[in-house]
């Protein structure tokens, strides 16, 4: 991610014809993503247009006016979403994540990547008892798949801006708010702008790393639609040395398998998002240094507040709720990253040279914690790094050896069934422990209601 991920600068742009100028004139501070407007530019305090705006060009004056007019007059909810998104689509334009560009799917791609989910799907029908999920198979460019998950992250992010909006308007003295309609207007079209600008530019850099619409462990695309990004996968086989067949099949192993587990256990998209969301309750505003910036604030220096919202105003609450709902969502995410890496080793072990390898460089990826966890972060205070997921692919595995596929999918049938994270610990204690049933106790409830509570079944049997 760039170290300015708020920066309002326009995106660079190539030079046209050698032209050298243009190019400098968006370097270095005063038109690069370090100064984007170019405040304190050449000319010093004698020349305060200079110093406001400083060597940017009329073409990329107009635009700077225009993006900053968008700011102010946004009076939508705490995320200016449009922003966002062509934010978003600038970066991918631009190769900012790695500096290769976007680059549309042609047919052969599209092909490949249908095949190679239609053989995954195959190959994982031996493995698990979930059936397929993937009622389709599409091929995305990295301007696709930001179009095609925006709504998720408009889910995720807007209930942690909201509560910054709020926090903007309540730094203010108490005699001050009444008096201070068009400025609180102002501050909170600033802070969703610069929530747009930010949330932009970290799907933008997203795109050009992630290989799927689950990589980070969430479902971010539509419900049924296995989804590949052939340039990305592309990049990441050339760095491993390994076919890009077999790159596109392990992959594709991996998102049909992730689209079984949301398609067929019903809670387990709630259960997810609800984790995140108990988190995210649980974050405070660090509303010291919005007061700082607040009290100095100068319109034409919208940096200061962009900085004080960049260097970190997330701190979670200490307390033993916020660590027990941080304990869940780690918990979730390993489990559903550890049943994925299991069962696509099963499937993919005995068919592909690689897999080994593969399976180790994906869950170096997750593990390490890459753009989705500087995203989250950043974003939302939230890292989602499945901390123990080669802990739970241990549990999965084992379980999968003494109660078979079917009794280790069983699992998912409803949320209490599911490991704990002391399960994690004990793996083996787990795994021989006997399983409640849960359509057994449901029937045996229903068995010892009272008559007159059970309705005709109960006349019936007068």
Do not use: C
Request: net charge negative.
């Amino acid at each position: 991610m760039s170290d300015s991920p708020f920066g309002f600068g326009l995106p660079p742009e190539e030079p046209e014809n050698g032209d050298e100028g243009k190019k400098k004139g968006n370097e270095g501070g005063q038109g690069g993503p370090a100064n984007p407007f170019g405040f304190g530019g050449a000319g010093g305090a004698d020349n305060p247009f200079a110093a406001m705006f400083g060597s940017l060009n009329p073409n990329d004056l107009g635009a700077a006016f225009q993006q900053l007019g968008q700011m102010l007059s946004y009076e939508g909810g705490p995320v200016n979403w449009d922003m966002a998104k062509d934010i978003a689509r600038q970066t991918v334009a631009q190769g900012a994540s790695n500096g290769t560009k976007d680059v549309s799917v042609g047919p052969a791609d599209r092909s490949a990547v249908e095949e190679a989910v239609r053989l995954a799907d195959l190959w994982l029908d031996s493995v698990t008892s979930l059936p397929s999920g993937s009622g389709s198979a599409v091929a995305w460019s990295r301007a696709e798949w930001v179009e095609a998950t925006l709504p998720v992250w408009k889910d995720l992010v807007d209930p942690v801006a909201e509560r910054v909006g709020a926090a903007m308007g309540d730094v203010l003295p108490e005699e001050m708010q009444a008096m201070a309609g068009p400025l609180l207007g102002m501050m909170r079209s600033m802070g969703g702008a610069m929530f747009g600008q930010q949330i932009g530019q970290a799907v933008g850099v997203l795109a050009g790393e992630v290989v799927g619409s689950t990589d980070i462990g969430l479902p971010l695309g539509p419900a049924g639609k296995a989804a590949l990004l052939p340039v990305n996968i592309e990049a990441l086989g050339k760095d491993l040395g390994v076919p890009k067949d077999e790159v596109r099949l392990y992959l594709a192993l991996r998102e049909a398998a992730h689209q079984r587990l949301f398609a067929h256990v019903p809670w387990l998209r709630s259960h997810l998002f609800g984790a995140v969301e108990g988190y995210a309750r649980g974050i405070k505003v660090d509303t010291s240094k919005l007061e700082d910036v607040v009290g100095q604030l100068d319109p034409t220096h919208p940096e200061q507040l962009q900085d004080a919202l960049q260097q970190g105003m997330f701190q979670p609450e200490d307390t033993p709720e916020q660590k027990a709902a941080l304990a869940r969502l780690e918990t979730a995410l390993a489990l559903v990253e550890g049943w994925v890496d299991a069962v696509v080793h099963e499937a993919a072990k005995p068919r592909l040279t690689s897999a080994d390898a593969l399976r180790e460089t994906l869950r170096r990826r997750r593990a390490s914690g890459g753009p989705a966890e500087q995203t989250f972060a950043t974003l939302i205070g939230l890292e989602l790094r499945p901390r123990r997921l080669r802990d739970a692919a241990r549990l999965w595995a084992s379980l999968t050896d003494a109660r078979g596929v079917d009794g280790r999918d069983n699992l998912w049938e409803h949320p209490d069934m599911l490991p704990t994270a002391s399960d994690l610990d004990d793996p083996d204690g787990f795994v021989h422990r006997e399983q409640l049933d849960f359509s057994e106790l449901d029937k045996m409830l229903g068995e010892a209601a009272p008559k007159e509570d059970r309705g005709d079944e109960g006349d019936s049997e007068k």
